[in-house]
């Protein structure tokens, strides 16, 4: 078996990136404080969160946005991983379904495992559901949890 599909990010990305602008602004804002101390934590939190709206950017703007089914193996954009890798399918919301790959020892969804399918959501899902099912991976629903 050998399926292809096109995926889309989680509207939480879109999100993620306004509030990381807001919060920039705001602390430029908070910049202009005299004391030496407070600038520097200030600087130190605004250079991270750049590097956050960069991050975020980068993978929004990212060219290669498919998910490829084989019989051993899932490979999202880039990233492969055999099935022996997957821990469980997490599927989140209802009318506007997400899935995030949850890896065996890992507490947290990475962000490169957190999608949504582009077209036909419904089919689609059914047939990754069927896909998971026959090679036993354990399909749930519930709240991706995701790290950075």
Known sequence: MYKKYEIKYPRSEYVQVIISILITSILIQVLRI????????????????????????KRILRKNKELEITENTIRLNQAEVPIQQIEKIIIEGYFVQSIGIKLNGRKLVSMDFHFRFKNNEEINIEE??????????KVTSGRIFRWI
């Open 128 to 137: 990754l559901k069927q896909w998971a099912n026959r090679n036993r991976i």
């Open 34 to 57: 005299d004391d030496l101390l407070s600038v520097i934590c200030v600087v130190i939190l605004l250079l991270g969160n750049l590097i956050r709206v960069v991050m975020l950017l």
